[in-house]
């Protein structure tokens, strides 16, 4: 009897909404930072499924998390207890920067960034927001008005008033937006859609300040960074920064989906019935985000992130061609400026074996899960070197 091969893609695009566009590959297993697609062929994943998979796909101790989870309580509504939920935060506050021990649990990084701009215009009862060239924090209305790209915008417009956008790294331009209507200041630490682009200290420190100074509230985003994707737990450990709010996701659950918008001192005392989230805090994701918060620490992921991203961007720098604009990047958050469009390049990258990204048209981001091996490290360098010949 003949084995039936089963196109999956194009189930899948028969009935999807055509929003993604396809790579015309099918994933069906993973291992660390090993993918495998349907006839068995393996790929390094240095998408890490946006940056969420940051112990690796199908770790064991997330996966038995989960498993044994299901089998007693899977939802549970933020008005009754959990043991997981209430295990998670007390974990979760371990890691948290000092003086911010109050947590909002939701679903996604979008979700975070909409709950940290609501309790900032709660706070100051300022409706304005600003906010950087290149940033990007999610696809929902308020998150949306706070991204920069116009192809994300004009397609909704009009989005909502009073957000305003400053070059990225340039403090005066931000004193100057800093006006007493704005109440808030959302920022990327390194931009991630935006190109991986770092902050420099004297933009981040700067715009600290000047939310001190002016009674505004500083936001960090860190869905991308958070978890020791760039070699600290939070890519403002980098910078000595204490963020008035604090945006997570990707990363928080090992591919779960879970966010989490974190609450400093600065911030206002909630009322009951504010804001809130029907799967926020689920004991699915709180068990799998234990498992990862044990993991992360557990394994000193965010060490390792460190020392394989220095290995990789010294490698990558050390190389020229004349394709290449730049490489740059923080732990294991690496983008390189190409001179023309990558789409080409990911796709022969895909074909010798290697899964990336796009950070805007002309840059190649990875983002591997922390647990990569030195060994699919040089393996991913020189499938980047043949295609950038």
Known sequence: MLETHIDFQTIENLHATGL????????????????????????????????????????????????????????????????QRALFLEDFSQILPGGMNRVFLCNSGTEAVEAALKFARLTTGRPGVAAAMRGFHGRTMGALSATW?????????????????????????????????????????????????????????????????????????EVQTGFGRTGRMFAHEH????????????????????????????????????????FGGNPLACAAGRATLAVLRGEHLPWQAMEKGTWLLERLQAWSSPKIREVRGLGLMVGIECRERVTPYLQQLQERGVLALNAGPTVIRLLPPLVISSEELAETVTAIREVLQ
Not at 168 to 188: I, K, R
Not at 254 to 271: D, I
Request: some cysteine; glycine content about 14%.
């Open 239 to 278: 910078f000595n920064l204490e963020p008035d709010l604090l945006c997570l996701a990707k990363g928080i659950a090992g591919g779960f989906p879970l966010g989490a918008t974190v609450l400093g001192p600065r911030v206002a005392p909630l009322k009951v019935g504010q804001h809130g989230s029907t």
């Open 149 to 221: 790209e116009t192809q994300y915008r004009e397609p909704f417009a009009p989005l909502l008033d009073g957000f305003r956008h400053i070059p990225f790294n340039n403090v005066a331009a931000l004193d100057e937006a800093l006006t007493e209507t704005v109440g808030a200041v959302l920022l990327e630490v390194v931009q991630g859609e935006g190109g991986v682009r770092p902050g420099t200290p004297e933009f981040l420190q700067g715009a600290q300040r000047l939310c001190r100074e002016r009674g505004a509230l500083l936001i960090l985003d």
């Open 20 to 83: 993604y566009g396809p790579r015309g590959l099918t994933l069906v297993r993973g291992n660390g930072a090993t993918v495998w697609d349907e006839t068995g062929r393996r790929f390094i994943d240095c998408t890490g499924g946006y940056g969420v998979a940051s112990v690796g796909h199908a770790h064991p101790r997330v996966a038995a998390a989960l498993a044994a989870q299901a089998q007693n309580l899977i939802s549970c509504p933020g008005f009754f207890g959990n043991d």
